[in-house]
C-alpha cells in the first residue's frame, strides 16, 4: 500500500523557522512534491524534489533523502500569510501526474 | 490563476439530482485529473487521463462518470450521489511523460450532498 505521513498541526511564530516534516513508502517513487493550500483555494505549487538534497526558493527550501523515505519543507521568516496547510505528494510513476497525498500540516503563525 | 478553471465553484444537489462540474486547461496540458479533497482526509486520485484515453480510475463507485472530450477539458458528471459524496472536487492538468514537471490545480469545486 502507499503510506505518506505528516503531521496534522503545527504553531509558529511569525518571523521565526519552521520545518514541516514528511515520510513516505509509496510502491513506486517520481519525485515529491510540495503544496500549500490556503482554506478554500486550490493546493498552489510550492516545490519538486527527485534528487537528494536541498532545493531552495525564497523562504521556502525542500529537502529529500530517497534511502530514508523523508522529505521536509523549511520556511524561513514566517508571515501571517504563511498561515495554511502543507500538503507532502509523491509522484508515483514516470509518464504519469498520478499524485498520492499525505493528509497535510495545518500550519498556524502567531504574532 | 493557476491556468485550470473549474465551474461551478459551489453546487449543492439532492440525492436523485444530475449534476456535471466542468474544467478547463489553458496550460497546452496533454493530462488531466479528477481529485477529490474531503474533511480530514487526504486529496485521493479518481480518474486520469491522458491525450483524452482514461488511463486510471481510483475504484471510483459508477455514479461518477467522468468525460473527457479533448485534452482542454474536462467533465465529472454525477448522478444519484450520497451524502458522503460532499466534499471538494479538485482538477488539475500537467505535461506527460516530462522530468520534474509541475502539476497545477484548479480552485475545486464545492459539492453539497442534499
Known amino acids: 500500500g502507499q503510506n505518506i505521513d505528516q503531521p496534522t498541526e503545527m504553531t509558529a511564530t511569525e518571523g521565526a523557522i519552521v520545518q514541516i516534516n514528511c515520510t513516505y513508502q509509496t510502491s513506486g517513487f517520481n519525485g515529491l512534491f510540495w503544496y500549500q493550500q490556503h482554506a478554500g483555494e486550490a493546493p498552489t505549487f510550492l516545490s519538486y524534489?527527485?534528487?537528494?538534497g536541498l532545493e531552495e526558493k525564497g523562504r521556502f527550501s525542500s529537502f529529500l533523502s530517497r534511502s530514508k523515505g523523508y522529505s521536509y519543507l523549511l520556511l524561513k521568516e514566517l508571515q501571517m500569510k504563511d498561515s495554511a496547510s502543507y500538503l507532502c505528494a509523491v509522484k508515483l510513476g514516470s509518464n504519469t501526474g498520478k499524485l498520492i497525498f499525505g493528509q497535510g500540516t495545518t500550519l498556524q503563525v502567531k504574532p | 490563476e493557476t491556468g485550470v478553471t473549474q465551474t461551478p465553484r459551489h453546487l449543492v444537489m439532492g440525492m436523485t439530482n444530475k449534476k456535471s462540474l466542468k474544467c478547463e486547461q489553458h496550460l497546452g496540458h496533454n493530462a488531466m485529473y479528477w481529485y477529490k479533497q474531503s474533511a480530514k482526509k487526504p486529496l485521493e486520485l479518481m480518474f486520469v487521463?491522458?491525450?483524452?484515453?482514461?488511463?486510471e480510475n481510483n475504484s471510483v463507485p459508477s455514479r461518477f462518470s467522468p468525460e473527457c472530450p479533448n485534452s482542454s477539458h474536462l467533465f465529472l458528471h454525477l448522478h444519484t450521489l450520497q451524502p458522503e459524496d460532499s466534499a471538494l472536487y479538485l482538477c488539475?492538468?500537467?505535461?506527460?511523460?516530462?522530468?520534474?514537471?509541475?502539476?497545477?490545480f484548479g480552485e475545486g469545486s464545492w459539492l453539497t450532498v442534499v
Open positions: 524534489n527527485v534528487l537528494d
Open positions: 487521463y491522458n491525450f483524452k484515453e482514461q488511463t
Open positions: 488539475a492538468s500537467s505535461q506527460e511523460p516530462v522530468v520534474g514537471n509541475t502539476i497545477y
